[in-house]
C-alpha cells in the first residue's frame, strides 16, 4: 500500500479533483453515452429506454475554489431566474451537508421539474441532478433523495474498494504506464490507444474490474475506470 | 410516426449541439470573475447549469447503455462509431 501511494502521489496531484466520487443509482437505472457527456459530468443516468421524455440522473463536479454555499445559491438564483428556483433544504450525507433546489422549467415537453442536490466538498461542488416531468415527480422524487443520499467520497480509488486485489493490479498498470511514458517520444493519446498498452495492460485491468469488482455496482466500476483512465491521462512522466 | 419524428428532433439538438434553455440562462459578464483561480470565464454555478441541461437532454433523447457498453465507451476499448450502431440493443446488457 505505501509503495503505491508514493507511486500515485503525483498523478493525485494532476488529477482534475483530488479525490473519488460515487453515488448509487436507482437500481435498473441505465448509464447513456459517455462519449456525449460535457466536461465536469462524471455519470448520467436514465430510467428507461421506452419513455419520451424519462426521468434522468447526473452526478457533476465544478470546481468552486473558497465560495461558500451562500454565494453559490446566489449564484444559481441568478441562472435560473427565469425560472421557477427554490431552496429546499438541507440533508446530510457521509460528504457532508448537502443542499436540496428545485427547478422548475417549460420547455418542448411540457412543465419539467429539476431537483438537484449540491454538496460543496474541499473547493469542489458535488451537484447531483434529477431531471423528470412535472406530473412525474411525485413517481421518481424518493428514488432521487435515496439516490442523492448515497453520495460518498473517498481520498482514493483504493480506500474506495473493498477487494485488496485492486492495489496490486493498478500497480502494474500504472508501473507499464509510468515505463511507456518515459521510453517513448509519443504523445499520451497515442500511447494509451496503442494496441502493446491496450493489450498487455488497459483491456485486462478493464476487464479485471468488470467482471472480478462487481461486488463495487457497476457506478463505482464505471466511475473507476474513467478517473484512472483521466489521471493517466493526465500524469505528468517528469 | 410522431414517435419517429419526436426522436428525429431530439437528436437534431444533439448532433447539432442547440442548448436546450436557449438564453434564459445565460450570465451575464460580471459572473465569470466569480470562480477566479480555475478555468477562466467559467462562472460560479456554470456546474449546475450543465448539469441540468444534461440531465434535461439524457430525458429527451432516452437512449440507455448497459454497463459493459459504457465501460468500453469511457474505456477506448469500443470505438464511438461502433458504440452508436449498438446502442440501442444494448440495454440489456446491464448488471
Same mark, same amino acid.
Given at each position: 500500500m505505501r509503495w503505491l501511494a508514493i507511486l500515485l502521489l503525483p498523478l493525485s496531484l494532476f488529477a482534475r479533483e483530488p479525490f473519488f466520487t460515487v453515488i448509487d443509482p436507482p437500481k435498473g437505472w441505465l448509464f447513456t453515452d459517455p462519449s456525449k457527456y460535457d466536461d465536469g459530468v462524471k455519470v448520467v443516468f436514465i430510467a428507461s429506454n421506452k419513455k419520451l421524455f424519462t426521468p434522468s440522473l447526473t452526478l457533476t463536479v465544478e470546481y468552486v475554489g473558497n465560495a461558500s454555499i451562500a454565494q453559490y445559491t446566489k449564484a444559481l438564483e441568478k441562472i435560473y431566474q427565469r425560472d421557477d428556483f427554490q431552496e429546499l433544504g438541507t440533508f446530510k450525507t457521509s460528504t457532508g451537508m448537502t443542499h436540496l433546489f428545485q427547478i422548475d422549467k417549460e420547455n418542448q415537453w411540457g412543465a419539467i421539474r429539476i431537483l438537484q442536490a449540491i454538496t460543496l466538498y474541499e473547493g469542489f461542488a458535488l451537484i447531483?441532478?434529477?431531471?423528470?416531468?412535472?406530473? $412525474?415527480?411525485?413517481?421518481?422524487? $424518493?428514488?432521487?433523495?435515496?439516490?442523492?443520499?448515497? &453520495?460518498?467520497?473517498?481520498?482514493? !480509488? +483504493?480506500?474506495?474498494?473493498?477487494?485488496?486485489?485492486? $492495489?496490486?493490479?493498478?500497480?502494474e498498470v500504472v508501473k507499464s504506464w509510468r515505463k511507456l511514458c518515459l521510453t517513448s517520444k509519443d504523445d499520451k493519446e497515442s500511447l494509451f490507444t496503442s494496441s502493446f498498452f491496450q493489450n498487455t495492460q488497459w483491456k485486462p485491468f478493464v476487464n479485471y474490474i468488470q467482471n472480478e469488482l462487481e461486488s463495487e455496482g457497476k457506478c463505482w466500476q464505471f466511475l473507476a475506470i474513467k478517473h484512472i483512465q483521466e489521471t493517466l491521462l493526465s500524469e505528468n512522466p517528469l | 410516426m410522431k414517435r419517429v419524428f419526436m426522436v428525429?428532433?431530439? +437528436?437534431?439538438?444533439?448532433? &447539432?449541439?442547440?442548448?436546450?434553455?436557449?438564453?434564459?440562462?445565460?450570465?451575464?459578464?460580471?459572473?465569470?470573475?466569480?470562480?477566479?483561480?480555475?478555468?477562466?470565464?467559467?462562472? &460560479?454555478?456554470?456546474?449546475?447549469?450543465?448539469?441540468?441541461?444534461?440531465?434535461?437532454?439524457?430525458?429527451?433523447?432516452?437512449?440507455?447503455?448497459?454497463?459493459? !457498453?459504457?465501460?468500453? !465507451?469511457?474505456?477506448?476499448v469500443l470505438h464511438q462509431s461502433i458504440a452508436t450502431h449498438s446502442s440501442d440493443g444494448s440495454s440489456s446488457t446491464g448488471t
Open positions: 447531483q441532478t434529477g431531471s423528470c416531468l412535472k406530473k $412525474e415527480f411525485l413517481e421518481v422524487h $424518493e428514488t432521487y433523495l435515496k439516490s442523492f443520499r448515497s &453520495l460518498r467520497t473517498t481520498p482514493s !480509488i +483504493l480506500t474506495s474498494c473493498a477487494n485488496n486485489s485492486l $492495489e496490486k493490479r493498478l500497480e | 428525429l428532433m431530439a +437528436l437534431s439538438v444533439m448532433l &447539432l449541439s442547440t442548448p436546450v434553455c436557449a438564453n434564459d440562462e445565460a450570465f451575464s459578464e460580471c459572473e465569470y470573475g466569480v470562480n477566479d483561480g480555475y478555468e477562466k470565464c467559467k462562472p &460560479l454555478g456554470h456546474g449546475s447549469s450543465k448539469a441540468s441541461n444534461s440531465a434535461i437532454s439524457a430525458s429527451m433523447v432516452g437512449w440507455g447503455l448497459g454497463l459493459a !457498453i459504457a465501460i468500453a !465507451i469511457v474505456a477506448g
